[in-house]
């Protein structure tokens, strides 16, 4: 028997940015694999298995992905926006390297999308337009000095921050010291994203600055992007501002 | 007259990776704008003007698409990966503030798309698993000395390290140096990427070390990711090493 796994990236929730590649490993799949609110946004046929789990259980989610595609099963394991950033294409190679050797033999695939930090920033113009850094502000898998001595080096390196995983009930308290953190070493002025939910119904993008940002704003959904003292907003008349980050340094 | 103005990030090159919102804006609009190499990728239809520019005239491109658009065109000005990394969403905004104030009432979206390190990252496992950043390595557009400091930074800081412009032949020798750069800072283990051309037919993707990267393994058309020194590599009976970066500090 020989199975498959792909490792699909959804993109961030509306079909229209999900790509051909990912939908089509979406529709050869036997069974889908995933955390409940991604495997929701699928369109499933009543001959594909559906196996939802909790948040939270990467690796037993990749564990069993791994199992079905050994057991000869065609399975899609899905993450939101792109398997690769902060998603399940990790959980899946660490369960690999860990565990039984013939893992090693499948055939594993990942499928690229539009990650939450690029669709974030489509929508209020070019924030990432100059170099940048992605940080998963989860202190669950890495000591939380570790987070303060990246966020230091991105702020002093005049890197555009894209925040993941910004807070949850069981973190309510780390993207408002961020802030705290980020504020002496940048301007007050800095754009500050709350991007929620893009391009799902409940979308809501909020854009403030550094010296008004409050953490309340974000939840789960949220990916939060904190320009460089670069980064430029454009008024317009009757819309919100346009915000980027320009190419030529010193702009 | 109400044009409308749609930076199209076209996907790294097979149209399987394009997502259908940059097909649909492709679609609708009487002109496309862009650089040839990447206008060549997008199907075209009789009744729609064609507006091919060379390389490095972004800014002559941004003012050119926004003018047709104030004229009442639907423009579509495309961008290999996504619009808005390294690409002409910024150079567009960049237009719009120094341009005609008309220019900011202009109906102006951008069209996200699967960027080139994700399409490379995904190609060799998960090696932007954890916190990384995407530096441009041209200095065309920033004195090399910045760049010296943030290669530094992000090696400091454990940032996996995707370089976007690694090289042209107008600047053959920025990305050795920045490879000599990095060796003291980083394990000469970790691993390098290059992955040129990711989903065209032309592509190549080769896999080594710090230790023994060469530049002139790169050319334009490629990205290069650096991992950092958790970075790790799965041997596989019969195939490539799988790369990927663990989702715990420490693992």
Redesign the interface.
Known sequence: MTGCLAIV?L?PG????????AA?ALAVATDLVGYGPYLARVPLRPDQECHASENRE?LARARQALSLAAAGRFVALVSSG??????M??????A??AGEPAW??LE????????AM??A???V????????????LSDN???WD?LV??LT??A????VIALYNPLSRARPWQLGVAFDLLRPLLPGSAPVVFATAVSRPEERIDITTLAAADAARADMRTLVLIGSAAT?R?????GPP?L????????
Chains 1, 2 share one sequence.
């Open positions: 990236g993109g509306a079909a229209e940015l999900r790509t051909p590649q089509a990467e792109d398997a690769g950033v902060f998603a294409a990790s959980a899946v190679f660490e690999i390297e090693r033999q594993v695939s990942v499928v690229p999308g539009v990650s690029l669709a920033a489509a929508r113009g070019a924030p990432l337009g100059h170099d940048f850094c992605a940080i998963s898998l890495k000591p570790v001595q990246r080096a991105a002093a390196a005049g890197f430029r454009i008024a317009r008349p009757g346009w980027y980050t320009p190419r030529r340094h010193g702009a």
